[in-house]
């Protein structure tokens, strides 16, 4: 379970930040209903805004076609997490991000209102923007009484022969007999003949653990 408190302690990398308007509240005269939750910090026109756990950049918005500006969606865990009125984004779709990492600036793009006209929109809910099935959560029974931190499977592996390889698009190299130790596998997937583990979650480094057909071992 998280507070408010936690997840904008998080968002901004400081205390201080404030609910300027809750969900619910009646907009555009009382036909509509504010779907998230208004943020800011207090006296700051433009704090720079992170990712409070490690995910997926599920959807990035650089330029403005709508009243929610810039915006990103971000999955943590099995909730999707939408910021709005970006000033600037520096984040792309499908990007891993890390814990603790910019993904962009506060501001007032497309239709922000109020009084304070930067703000951070943020919205929650358990499907991605576009999906049918999305609903707009309450953020304090769909999120703050409810969510728990992800924590990424890991698995320690000794590495023998090393393969690497720096992000998805560097053709594996073999280094030799390089003996790690034991090191700690975030996620893996398939590539070329090898099963690729990651070994850092910031760096995007990986390492083949084994061949797809199972004859060759290079970590275990
Ligand atoms: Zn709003």
């Known amino acids: 379970m998280i507070t408010r408190k936690t ?34 910090i207090a ?58 990492k910019q993904f962009g600036v506060q501001g007032g793009s497309g239709k922000a209102l109020g009084s304070y006209k930067s703000h951070m ?11 049918p099935r999305r609903i707009a959560l309450n953020p304090v029974y769909g999120l703050y009484l409810t969510f728990i931190p992800p924590k990424y499977p890991t698995k320690k592996v000794i590495v023998s022969d090393l393969h690497i390889r720096q992000g998805h698009s560097v053709k594996g190299k073999a280094l030799g007999y390089i003996d790690l130790g034991p090191i700690e596998i975030f996620e893996q997937y398939v590539q070329d003949g090898y099963v690729w583990g990651r070994i850092d979650w910031v760096l995007d480094q990986w390492i083949a653990l084994r061949s797809t057909d199972g004859k060759k071992v290079y970590a275990k």
């Open 7 to 40: 997840l904008i302690d998080k968002v901004y990398k400081r205390t201080g930040g404030v609910l300027t308007s809750a969900y619910g509240t009646p907009r555009d005269g009382g036909a509509r209903k504010h779907a998230g939750e208004d943020w800011d």
């Open 43 to 100: 006296g700051t026109e433009s704090p720079k805004v992170y990712s409070p756990w490690n995910g997926i950049v599920t959807h990035a918005q650089t330029s403005m076609l709508n009243d929610r500006g810039r915006e990103v969606e971000i999955k943590i865990g099995k909730k999707y997490f939408w910021f709005q009125h970006l000033s600037s984004c520096s984040v792309t779709e499908g990007q891993r991000i890390a814990a603790g």
């Open 121 to 131: 929109h943020f919205e929650v809910s358990n499907y991605p923007m576009g999906d």
